[in-house]
């Protein structure tokens, strides 16, 4: 099985538009458009009854001491977690494409609703859930995709891997809540058929190469 997108290449950064924020050399970063980038695949194996995307960020600080702090930075050695960005359920086995855009279009407060998705399909919950809890304008639960923010002071460029999983089954059964690494324990305990990945990179940091 193999997926890539028109939005960006396997490896290289992801644009601005599929992004939660982009830099501004004035106040640092400031809100992006934040579609969702267009995904295709190809090779989907033999008794795939649906499919399930994840996009998740392997590289995000352990510790929130430094990040976005003026005058500090978060240093690329610091330890690194898992932070889920996007989870689609239920996608048809024979639907060979997600268009940019169609699963989301700008930046919701307090979060975009879900479960249910545009086309019938089932969106879970990601991370920024967690990160916007304790402020009063932002707090809310973020249904569906809400891209790329990595601290604008990380000496670390982040990756965000896209992983499209062929299961055997019309949906997945995901215990407790719809999120991201909710749904990949239960892909984990369950009968892939096949996965694969696409991977692009962002950064804040404007002293940051990519």
Not at 170 to 195: D, K, M, Q, Y
Request: aromatic share 10%.
């Amino acid at each position: 099985m193999k997926l890539y997108s028109h939005s960006f290449k396997d490896g290289e950064a992801i644009p601005g538009k599929n992004s939660f924020a982009v830099y501004d050399p004035e106040n640092r970063i400031r809100l992006s458009d934040n579609l969702n980038p267009h995904l295709a695949w190809e090779d989907v194996p033999a008794g795939t009854q649906s499919l399930v995307l994840l996009c998740h960020d392997p590289d995000v600080p352990t510790s929130a001491e430094d990040v976005n702090q003026p005058g500090k930075t978060v240093p690329a050695s610091l330890p690194r977690a898992d932070f889920y960005h996007w989870s689609l359920l239920n996608i048809p086995a024979d639907q060979g494409e997600i268009i940019e855009g169609t699963q989301s279009s700008g930046i919701s407060a307090r979060g975009k609703q879900g479960p249910s998705a545009p086309d019938g399909l089932i969106h879970g919950i990601n991370d920024y859930t967690a990160w916007f809890a304790g402020d009063e304008s932002m707090a809310g639960t973020y249904y569906g995709y809400d891209g790329p923010c990595p601290p604008w002071n990380d000496e670390l460029v982040h990756h965000y891997i896209f992983t499209l999983y062929a299961i055997p089954m019309p949906t997945l059964n995901v215990e407790g809540e719809l999120t991201g690494a909710n749904v990949r324990r239960a892909l984990e305990n369950s009968n892939v058929l096949a996965t694969a990945t696409l991977t692009g990179i962002y950064t804040l940091n404007p002293d940051v190469k990519i």
